[in-house]
């Protein structure tokens, strides 16, 4: 247990956050393994590209993540940086519950259907 005021420990709490702008969605209705299709293909990259690759890519999922990213973006230019500048640092998917549902097959038998749902999460970083 240490021995400083519980004030102070706030303090050093919060100076050790990630202060890099970032944008999180959570319970989004996309299985992660589509999810990390999409965000393969932008990670590393800078953003006006990283959005040029979303807004054409086929994938349900990339429509999802172009918000997610465009999200970021103005969370970084609202901190005062250049969107020219910025680079998808870190982009990933979390799994999130499963919905479980039941479809009917024949002489009565029931399959389950698992509907599952991620959290994404894309962090940026200036050049």
Request: charged fraction near 25%; aromatic fraction near 8%; hydrophobic fraction near 40%.
């Amino acid at each position: 247990m240490s021995t400083q005021h519980r004030s102070q420990y706030k303090v050093d709490r919060n100076a050790q956050k990630d202060t890099r702008p970032s944008a999180k969605l959570s319970y989004a209705r996309i299985p992660v393994q589509k999810a990390c299709f999409v965000m393969d293909a932008i990670r590393g990259k800078d953003v006006t590209t990283a959005l040029a690759i979303l807004q054409y890519n086929p994938r349900y999922a990339s429509s999802v993540v172009y918000k997610l990213l465009a999200s970021a973006a103005a969370n970084a230019e609202f901190k005062g940086m250049n969107k020219e500048n910025l680079v998808v640092a870190e982009c990933y998917a979390n799994n999130g519950p499963i919905m479980k549902r039941i479809q009917p097959r024949a002489q009565g038998r029931a399959y389950r259907i698992n509907k599952r749902m991620s959290h994404l999460s894309i962090i940026l970083d200036e050049r």
